[in-house]
Nanobody
Framework: QVQLVESGGGLVQPGGSLRLSCTAS????????IGWFRQVPGKEREGVSC????????YYADTVKGRFTISRDNAKNTAYLQMNSLKPEDTAVYYC?????????????????WGKGTPVTVSS
């Protein structure tokens, strides 16, 4: 059974940091690119960051460049999203997904498997 389980979300003040984790099971993690997406009510799901499974190349949305860092540990079947200098506009439900991704492609249409999401709220 394929599972992606996100953790690490929560409430943080502006300027703070959070580290999201995504633990995978039920498929060969090394064979898949990993993406982090976020969504707020009434808006389309946005690709935040992706990391390739082949060369480790990464993609970041312009809105998070320089603040967020994606990484993966294939030995632990886990991917991470380190989020620093958080802003209120980063508030959303964050989803982890597995599929096709590289430095030039990070789109929800390319993803095969999804987690259920973890909420992130940035507020004072």
């Amino acid at each position: 059974q394929v599972q992606l389980v996100e953790s690490g979300g929560g409430l943080v003040q502006p300027g703070g940091s959070l580290r999201l984790s995504c633990t995978a099971s039920g498929f060969t993690f090394d064979f898949y690119g990993i993406g982090w997406f976020r969504q707020v009510p009434g808006k389309e799901r946005e690709g935040v960051s992706c990391i390739s499974n082949t060369d480790g190349s990464t993609y970041y949305a312009d809105t998070v460049k320089g603040r967020f860092t994606i990484s993966r540990d294939n030995a632990k079947n886990t991917a991470y999203l380190q989020m620093n200098s958080l802003k209120p506009e980063d508030t959303a439900v964050y989803y982890c997904a597995a599929g096709y991704a590289n430095s030039g492609y990070c789109d929800h249409y390319g993803m095969d498997y999804w987690g259920k999401g973890t909420p992130v709220t940035v507020s004072s």
